[in-house]
């Protein structure tokens, strides 16, 4: 085993360090350098750039090995760095964008939604380490996290994961089957995710811890909650066009609940339930 980890190790053999960095490259923008990146072999795709991905590996390897150091190196990047916005020479040039002429719109993952969800809501646990966070089956058939119990608001990567019981929320923001080998996540878009978003438990429990955050940092002041809304989910404060929108829906969420006691915190619940549905929240640009 020692002589197998110094060969996978060896800086002669660099198979390893461009595996490890077309990785992570593909985490960024979907795709790998290499597009096989479970094949490197001689029956493998040929890389894109191929001497970025030699540079890369080098960097890699003269850095210890450091991951910190190869995120930071890729995400302090031009490249990283650009706009979404397509350019039409460049489109009719290249559509599928092999040369990497604009950052790749990308749906963030299904870990990465259900945490961005739990630090907006002001939920998210700090824990770091420990055991996993069991996952069990409530009574509507949904893998969860039992939120009564302690570290329920932990990050995803802490959520326990049976081969017949994935947590739901993930499973269907196309987290990997842990039956078999996962080389590349799948990327769909389907009626099933904005459904969860809609009526998941998780998701309706999130909408009104959000709904307490705004109240607790805003008070009662109306334009300032749905600012200060769209700035956490989304990064940016809302437009003249939006605020009206905002509070046209809420109107019209009181005359719904108008029959209820807690009408105008049912109104804002369903409104910042919403926002995790907007794509400015899903999508990285």
């Known amino acids: 085993r020692l002589t197998f980890a110094k060969w996978i190790a060896d800086k002669k053999s660099p198979t390893t360090a461009r595996v490890m960095v077309n990785r992570v490259w593909m985490t960024y923008f979907g795709n790998g350098l290499n597009a096989s990146p479970e094949d490197f072999g001689v029956q493998s795709q040929t890389p894109s750039h191929p001497e970025l991905l030699d ?9 210890g090995w450091s991951m910190k150091a190869l995120h930071r190196l890729i995400l302090e990047s031009a490249t990283f760095r650009q ?3 397509p350019r039409e020479r460049a489109v009719a040039r290249d559509p599928d964008n092999h040369l990497l002429w604009r950052y790749p719109v990308r749906r963030l993952d299904a870990e990465a939604i259900r945490d961005a969800m739990l630090a907006v809501s002001g939920r998210l646990s700090s824990k770091t380490n420990g055991p996993y966070v069991p996952t069990p089956r409530n009574g509507i058939g949904e893998v969860l996290a039992d939120e009564a ?9 802490f959520l326990q994961h049976r081969r017949t019981q994935v ?5 269907t923001f196309d987290a990997p089957s842990v039956v078999f080998n996962c080389t590349r996540r799948a990327e769909t878009t389907m009626p099933l995710q904005s459904l969860s978003l809609l009526n998941s438990e998780f998701s309706v ?4 811890d959000l709904t307490q955050r705004l109240a607790r940092e805003c008070g009662a002041d109306e334009v300032a909650k749905i600012r200060r809304g769209l700035l956490l989910t ?34 804002w619940a369903d409104f910042c339930q919403s926002l995790f549905g907007l794509n400015s929240f899903l999508y990285l640009e």
């Open 55 to 63: 540079w890369l590996a080098a960097k890699f390897v003269e850095s």
């Open 83 to 85: 706009t979404s916005a």
């Open 149 to 157: 119990k302690p570290d329920a608001f932990a990050r995803s990567i």
């Open 167 to 171: 947590p739901t929320f993930l499973g």
């Open 205 to 208: 429990k999130r909408g009104e």
């Open 234 to 267: 989304t990064g940016r404060e809302p437009d003249s066009a939006e605020r009206k929108m905002a509070t046209r829906f809420l109107a019209e969420q009181r005359r719904v609940y108008a029959d209820r006691k807690d009408a105008d915190a049912r109104a």
